[in-house]
């Protein structure tokens, strides 16, 4: 599978905790994009949403 180079993150910009889980922003090429990632009691991840940052 070809990978789009063009589209990949660049760098991390922000990692930050809070009480839903932890927020990753990073630029792309289409701007700012912001991941959260939510773990359950034992250190995996129950939940994963991401999008353009606020």
């Given amino acids: ?3 789009d ?3 990949l993150a660049s ?3 922000n990692l930050r905790r ?3 889980g932890t927020r990753i922003s990073y ?3 289409a701007g700012v ?3 959260l ?3 359950d009691a034992s250190g995996k991840i129950k939940a994963l949403s991401c999008g ?3």
């Fill in 18 to 20: 809070s009480h839903e």
């Fill in 1 to 3: 599978m070809a990978r």
């Fill in 27 to 29: 630029v792309t090429s």
């Fill in 11 to 13: 760098k991390l910009d």
């Fill in 33 to 35: 994009e912001s991941t």
């Fill in 5 to 7: 180079l063009r589209y």
């Fill in 52 to 54: 353009p940052s606020h």
């Fill in 37 to 39: 990632v939510a773990f």
